[in-house]
């Protein structure tokens, strides 16, 4: 999870926000939600973050959804699932409205 957040630090992601589900979610633990401010930006986002995450989860384990132009992909680790909207998206979908059960963790 630390090191998908600092991925997209690194890109220049806004409002990243991380949720701890923990029991509360059969499907992960963390929800990584961010912001990009334009197509080529998510794409960029989604570059860096994929780089990240295969130092450390083998390729064939991690899934990637990504349709162009949509606003939105996910890439899917197992233990943590990154959403990275636009900011459009982002209001539509209100990922942290449904989850809004789950632990907010620093990123202080």
């Excluded at 990240?52 to 959804?65: D, K, L, S, W």
């Excluded at 890439?75 to 209001?91: G, L």
């Amino acid at each position: 999870m630390k090191r998908c957040v600092a991925a997209l630090e690194e890109k220049k992601a806004s409002a990243i926000e991380v949720i701890y589900l923990g029991e509360k979610s059969p499907v992960t633990d963390y929800y990584v939600i961010a912001t990009g401010t334009s197509d080529p930006h998510l794409r960029a986002l989604r570059i860096e973050l994929e780089k990240a995450i295969h130092e450390v989860v083998p390729a064939g384990q991690v899934r990637i959804q990504n349709e162009p132009n949509s606003g939105w992909c996910v890439v899917d680790a197992f233990d943590v699932v990154v959403h990275i909207f636009s900011e459009e998206q982002r209001k539509n979908y209100a990922l942290e409205e449904l989850w809004q059960d789950g632990e907010r963790i620093s990123l202080a």
